[in-house]
């Protein structure tokens, strides 16, 4: 029986964002005929056939099903972007795009350390400070 079904769509979720670099998570394609997945990247929520896709050849192991994450890399610090996935079968059936993704990067700077304490060690100094607290979010408030 030939394959005419293409790939289930994947349901994507970005879980961190640094300066330069994106980490997203996204749910495994069961698809027996499963090739690669692609993550197209948006500078803008109109995604057009111009948006860069990163996949196998940026990260290898997008050519498993099993796979569920991914790192983008080589970002633009102050660039906002939008994400989309989509799964690719062996015949080139090419499923429809994921929901759309736009993390956000805290551009705060880490809280200040306000209790440095300096001790004179043999052998040299030992430093002591507490660690800022963080929200339920992990971000710290400045």
Same mark, same amino acid.
Not at 23 to 27: G, K, N
Not at 52 to 66: F, G, K, M, Q
Not at 108 to 115: E, M, R, W, Y
């Given at each position: 029986r030939a394959d005419t079904q293409a790939p289930p769509t994947p349901v994507l979720h970005a879980t961190a964002r640094s300066a330069d670099s994106l980490? @997203?998570?996204? +749910?495994p394609c069961p698809d027996v005929s499963f090739? #690669?997945?692609q993550l197209q990247i948006s500078p803008d929520s109109e995604f057009d056939a111009a948006d860069? @896709?990163?996949? +196998?050849?940026?990260?290898?192991?997008?050519?498993? #099903?099993?796979t569920s994450s991914t790192i983008v890399t080589g970002l633009l610090p102050t660039q906002e972007y939008w994400l989309r996935l989509r799964a690719v079968d062996v015949l080139e059936h090419a499923g429809e795009w994921s929901n759309i993704v736009s993390p956000i990067m805290n551009t705060?700077?880490?809280?200040?350390?306000?209790?440095l304490r300096a001790t004179l060690v043999s052998g040299g100094i030992?430093?002591?400070?507490s660690a800022p607290i963080a929200d339920a979010m992990g971000l710290v408030p400045v």
């Open positions: 980490a @997203v998570e996204f +749910t090739l #690669a997945y860069p @896709v990163w996949s +196998t050849p940026e990260d290898p192991a997008l050519a498993h #099903a099993t705060n700077p880490p809280a200040a350390i306000t209790d030992q430093l002591e400070w």
